[in-house]
């Protein structure tokens, strides 16, 4: 089952949304893009965000750096969430002038951490990329987050 909705480019500001009885309401102030995907997790459904992801933040019009490192948190996160979550998943982004921000939402008791994953681990080092590459992340049970910045593209500069 998912279930998608996508919150207007514009509305009132701190308009607030809750979803699938997940405790984190999201606030979307005016001039915001958004996206919110919730899904019961299946292995398939990494990809699935991922490509939802890409389709996203094309849309918004993020940098293609920022697009790849987003792209690669949410596939971390989300791979956590299926593994580590039971019940509903829920991916949020919103994107504003200069920020996108992702938010992955399970029913969890546990929280993401950072591990020192030795040489012949095979899992354990996908909250030390999330680390590497976002500007700012957090977490308590049930949700993590993280926030990317970049600057304004420099006048003249086309999009392609």
Known sequence: MTRQSTIPRSGPPNQQRETAGLHSPGIV?????ALEVAFLPAPERASDMRR???TFLLGVDAPEQTSDNVVLVVSELVTNAIRHACGEVSLRLSAGA?????????ESRDRAVVTDAGPDDEAGRGML?????????????GE???LFRYGPKPAGTVAV
């Open 29 to 33: 102030p005016e001039g915001t893009s």
């Open 52 to 54: 939802a992801t890409m």
């Open 144 to 146: 993590t987050w993280c």
């Open 98 to 106: 200069g920020y996108v921000k992702v938010v992955v939402l399970a």
């Open 129 to 141: 990329l999330v680390d590497a590459v976002a500007d700012s992340w957090g977490c308590s049970a």
